[in-house]
C-alpha cells in the first residue's frame, strides 16, 4: 500500500524537521514513535511550525500530544481538522 499525499508530504516535512536525521522513506515506514527514530525536541518544534504554516492549522499542545508520535497518527489528526 501506497502512503496518501499527505502522508508523504508530512514525511518529506519530518525529513526537513530532522535535517536529514530522518529519511522520508524511514518516517513513512516507520510505525515507531519519531522521537524513537531520533526527531529531537528543536526539530519536533521545526516540525509543529512546518505543519501549522503548511496546512493552516494551529495544533494544540497542551493535552494529549499523541497524534505527534508518527506520521500516520498526525495525518489521521489533520484530516480530523479537515485538512
Known amino acids: 500500500m501506497t502512503a496518501s499525499t ?3 508530504d508530512l514525511a518529506a516535512l519530518v525529513a526537513q524537521a530532522s535535517e536529514g ?3 522520508t522513506a524511514d518516517a513513512l515506514a516507520e510505525q515507531e514513535s519519531l522521537g ?3 526527531l529531537t525536541s528543536l ?3 521545526r516540525l509543529i511550525h512546518a505543519v501549522e504554516r503548511g496546512y493552516g492549522v494551529v495544533l494544540d499542545l497542551d493535552d494529549d500530544v499523541s497524534f505527534m508520535d508518527t506520521v500516520a497518527s498526525l495525518a489521521a489528526h489533520l484530516r480530523a481538522q479537515g485538512v
Open 6 to 8: 499527505l502522508e508523504a
Open 43 to 45: 526539530g519536533f518544534l
Open 36 to 38: 524513537l527514530l531520533g
Open 21 to 23: 536525521g530522518i529519511t
